[in-house]
């Protein structure tokens, strides 16, 4: 099972970014993110597709269906610059990680 | 507030054995979590290895499953990886994980990681 993402994703500040994550019917799985700023471990931004864990601002949300799950970020700060990822669980493979999605704040 | 923190060898010869422990403060190795291990690649990919309950059932990525061995050891609260015959590809950032108790899993807690090359 593979999650494919884009290299990178450019927004203004105060924009909204989207950065997504496709898999085979992965709409019938629970999808999560991660955000990694450089020489910092992941940070677990959303789980079971739109639920925030406590400390993540509501500006990060998360949505699934069909093959497609996207992150969107809204009110884009300069803070939010770095790498995300996508996470589902295959019965087989355990978790499985999307390539990563490298977000700049122009 | 859960903390762990891996430790182990950042140099390991190839065809040797990759040893790393991870001690966790501030929750039981028993309670309701798996407990996992992640590694990135120098080219950023992150990579599931496997993962471990206290009643010690294990989990591991299949491409790895006959190299890889994930034990638990409740009185010192800590739980541990090792990886044979590792190579250059093996070279990464090890990760130990908490994951949650459901089946569809994810991290909710990560290590701060530890680097361990893989060079004669």
């Known amino acids: 099972y593979e999650l494919t993402q884009p290299p990178s994703v450019s927004v203004s500040p105060g924009q909204t970014a989207s950065i997504t994550c496709s898999g085979d019917k992965l709409g019938n799985k629970f999808t999560c993110w991660y955000q990694q700023k450089p020489g910092q471990s992941p940070v677990l931004l959303i789980y079971e597709d739109d639920n925030r864990p406590s400390g993540i601002p509501e500006r990060f949300s998360g949505s699934n269906s069909g093959n497609t799950a996207t992150l969107t970020i809204s009110e884009t700060q300069d803070v939010d610059e770095a790498e995300y990822y996508c996470q589902a669980w295959d019965r087989t493979l355990g978790a499985v990680f999307g390539g990563g999605t490298k977000l700049t704040v122009l | 507030q859960v903390q762990l923190q891996e430790s182990g060898p950042g140099l390991v010869k190839p065809s040797g054995t990759l040893s790393l422990t991870c001690a966790v403060s501030g929750a039981s190795i028993s309670s309701s979590n798996w407990w996992g291990w992640v590694r990135q690649f120098p080219g950023k990919g992150l990579e599931w290895i496997g993962e471990?309950?206290?009643?010690?059932?294990?989990n591991y990525n299949p491409s790895l499953k006959s190299r890889v061995t994930i034990s638990v050891d409740k009185p010192k609260n800590q739980f541990s990886l090792r990886v044979t015959s590792v190579t250059a590809a093996d070279t990464a950032v090890y990760y130990c994980?908490?994951?949650?108790?459901?089946?569809?899993?994810?991290?909710?807690?990560w290590g701060q990681g530890t680097l361990v090359t893989v060079s004669s």
């Open positions: 994980a908490r994951e949650t108790d459901v089946f569809e899993r994810w991290v909710d807690t």
């Open positions: 471990i309950y206290h009643n010690g059932n294990t």
